[in-house]
Structure formats: C-alpha cells, structure tokens
C-alpha cells in the first residue's frame, strides 16, 4: 500500500484542493516511517503571501509536528518540481528524500543544478508526472 | 534622518535580539514609502523552522499589512546576504530594492548569481558591513 505512487496521489488531492480555491494547483506532504506527518497546499493568493508554497508550509507543518527542524528522516512528494525558494528550504531541513511529479523548466530549481538541495537528500523526480502536470495546464488554460 | 544607514541599524537592532535570543543573529526590515513596516530577526531555533529566516518573517509581516504579495515598492534592509531560500522568496515578492550588510560567500545568493533576484529589484551591498558581520562572528566564536 505504501507505494510512491500511493503517497503521490495524497500530494495530489492536495494539488486539487489548491486548484479548487483557485490557486496554483500544487500540493505537498511530508511522509516520515511511512505515515503522513503533514499535508499542504498552495495558499499564496489566500494568504497574500509568497512564501506559502505547498512545500515551505508542509516543512513548518512535519517540523512542528516532530519538535526539530530537520527532515532527514523523512520524504517529501510535491507535485511541481520545486522552485528555488522552496529548495531552499528543503536545503536547510535537510531532507531525506525528494518525490516530485511535474517538471518545472522555468522556476525549478534543478535549472541552477542539484547541489541547490542538500547532499543527503536523494530525488525521484516524475512520479504521477501525467496527471499532477495536466492539472497545472488546465488551471492555467481557464485564466487565459 | 531616512538614511540607508539609519534604516540598516534598525535591521542591525533586529539582528542584535536574534543575538539574544542564542538565534543566528541575523536581521531584517522593510521599507515602504519611509516608513518601517515590518521588522524580524532569524526565529529558526524558537520555532523549529528552518524557514523562519529574518527575510521569510518579514516578507510575511509585510505583505499582510500591505493586503498584497508583491513588494515592489518596498526596500529591504538585512543584516546578511540573503540566501538560496530567501532569494527565492524576494524573486516572487518582486522586492523593489534589497540592501543588505554583509557577505556570505558559502551559502549567499550571489554565489548562483544575481538572477536569482527578481529582475526589477537593485541591490546595494555592505551596508553597515563591519558591525553585521562582527556580530555574526561573535556569535559563532563564542559557540565553539
């Protein structure tokens, strides 16, 4: 049951969440020993903030949930490949294991290299890529 | 009185409170039309949050007393580079102008360039350089 693939789709009822409040459809949660520890998504509009990525709200979230502010134990699966601000972050966490879905050729972060993650922190990228990527181009599609 | 100087020691009184508080002593302002609108320092230990960097407080603080995400008319004073993280979230804040004190060749923005910015946003460096950075080395001096 605990499958990449089944940890993905719960990063994409996240994203479908944002999509329906009207935000850029990208959702995050953070697993650790195989169990949920915190579920986010995009609230940048509803917040009127920047830094509510799915990701940077999800890290809050699994560090206050654990008391530490490292994640070396844990995985996180996004459904966009994260932005430089967000792989930041994930940097500073000290994350175990990145899953992303989308790929994101302008704002990801993979554009300036790898190493803008923390060494320890292994990557899988493409899971779900199909679905988590046509439901960005359908929110996008509806705003033109 | 509305120098670069006199609003960098107001982000250097924020970083000394860091410095107080066994945080990173970092600290960070933001200018709107002469007038300080949010003030932060580095909260990462009190939090559990590697996010909780001086920059990320107060681009938070700003926008909610703006009602708006984009600070494109704001300044920024901070007492140390910015990093990855917190250059990514000044590219999505749009930020008007960042001046910050001093350098951080490891683990600044710089190091990946200055594109990393927002194009719109100036930059001025080192301001009150030789106090910031004291400060940061006193800091780690003492925790060796």
Redesign the interface.
């Known amino acids: 049951m605990f499958t990449e693939e089944y940890f993905m789709k719960q990063a994409y009822k996240e994203a479908e969440k944002a999509f329906e409040e009207g935000e850029v459809p990208v959702g995050a949660i953070i697993v650790s020993d195989n169990q949920i520890i915190a579920k986010a998504h995009n609230q940048?509009e509803l917040?009127?903030?920047?830094?509510a990525h799915a990701e940077?709200v999800a890290?809050?979230a699994a560090?206050?949930y654990l008391?530490?502010?490292?994640l070396s134990e844990c995985t996180m699966y996004v459904t966009l490949e994260p932005?430089?601000?967000?792989?930041?972050?994930l940097?500073?966490?000290q994350l175990g294991k990145l899953v992303f879905g989308a790929s994101d050729e302008k704002r990801g972060f993979f554009r300036?290299g790898r190493e803008?993650l923390h060494p320890k922190t292994t990557v899988l990228q493409g899971a779900l890529e199909t679905e988590c990527s046509a439901l960005l181009k359908s929110f996008f599609a509806a705003r033109r």
């Open positions: 940048t917040l009127n903030d920047v830094t940077i890290i809050t560090s206050e008391g530490t502010k490292y932005c430089i601000m967000c792989a930041g972050a940097y500073w966490a300036y803008l």
